[in-house]
């Protein structure tokens, strides 16, 4: 018998200082059998962080074909193709043809990625955006992580500041080059 996706729902205050995006957000997240905790919240984190008028969450590890994160517009165009992990050179190459605008959030070490990437092609590189979200971060939200979670997401300067609980935490998310050369 499969195993199913585990629902989880998230209450999210979002103040977004750096884009001016301040939202209050409902998320119901579907985790993937194989999908880890880190992969989980970076995706919901990167919803966040990327957070405008369009934006859904795909059928990602299911359909692989799809970002994990998409952006359209009120046509269905896709405006941004919004990836999770360390997607390889030819799915960041099929996503820089369908997407205008092209973003990775990674929880792992960017470094690792950027040598995967490197001397690969990929349509239009240097605009693909590589963000490395703090590991330590994402390890004490783990920890945390309940089926039901309500918290505040403050992002400012890059930084990022989560109230869960009466609790604090902090980390940053940057970014970093891809070079194909």
Do not use: N
Not at 35 to 57: D, K, N, P, Q, S
Not at 100 to 117: E, G, K, N, S
């Amino acid at each position: 018998m499969a195993v199913s996706a585990t629902v989880y729902t998230f209450e999210i205050q979002l103040a977004h200082v750096d884009r001016g995006v301040y939202e209050t957000l409902a998320l119901r997240v579907a985790r993937h059998p194989s999908e880890t905790e880190e992969y989980l919240l970076t995706r919901v984190l990167a919803y966040c962080l990327e957070y405008r008028e369009g934006i859904a969450f795909t059928r990602g590890l299911a359909e692989p074909d799809e970002p994990a994160v998409e952006v359209r517009d009120l046509t269905g165009t896709r405006q941004a193709w919004i990836d999770i992990g360390a997607p390889d050179a030819a799915r960041l190459h099929r996503a820089s043809k369908a997407a205008p605008r092209v973003a990775i959030y990674t929880h792992r070490d960017p470094a690792q990625l950027q040598r995967q990437l490197a001397g690969e092609r990929i349509h239009r590189a240097e605009a693909v955006e590589l963000w490395a979200v703090d590991r330590e971060l994402l390890a004490a939200l783990a920890e945390r992580l309940d089926r039901r979670m309500k918290l505040d997401l403050s992002v400012t300067d890059g930084h990022l500041y989560i109230e869960l609980g009466g609790e604090t935490l902090a980390g940053e998310v940057v970014r970093h080059p891809i070079q194909t050369d």
